[in-house]
């Protein structure tokens, strides 16, 4: 399981899927991992990858990124959105696709899960209207 940060964000939308240059440490562990697994690919290994985008859902035992990023907009210390979103997905729609994918005999294959594409402006307003906090922000 890889995740839409390692992929380009233009280019071809086919197979290909061109790997992204991004250098935050976490994108860059995912580029490394998944020219690894092209490269495993390339042998004729039965290597599937899935790139979901962002994920969220119910009973997360563990705090990540994600959910860290909620806390702080929801607690005001997140005000500043760039210009631009993020593609959100829910973890069950993330396991259907992974359970769906795992067919032995099919060979290497790409799949991209990215969810909903959600701007700034719609990430406020939806963690406004489901907290009943006003989630004040500027996005630039």
Not at 76 to 101: M, N, Q, S
Request: glycine share 12%; charged share 20%; aromatic share 8%.
């Amino acid at each position: 399981v890889s995740a839409v940060a390692a992929l380009a964000r233009h280019g071809p939308s086919g197979p290909e899927l061109p790997l992204g240059d991004m250098t935050h440490p976490y994108a860059k562990s995912k580029l490394q991992s998944e020219a690894l697994a092209r490269e495993l690919q390339d042998e004729g290994h039965p290597v599937v990858c899935v790139y979901p985008g962002a994920i969220h859902g119910p009973h997360d035992p563990y705090l990540g990124d994600n959910n860290e990023r909620v806390l702080a907009v929801l607690r005001g210390r997140f005000p500043l959105w760039p210009t631009g979103g993020l593609h959100y997905v829910d973890v069950r729609d993330v396991a259907a696709v992974l359970v769906a994918v795992v067919e032995p005999g099919r060979g290497p294959r790409r799949y991209v899960v990215p969810g909903h594409h959600v701007s700034g402006p719609e990430y406020y307003a939806t963690l406004g209207r489901v907290s009943g906090r006003r989630c004040a922000h500027w996005t630039g």
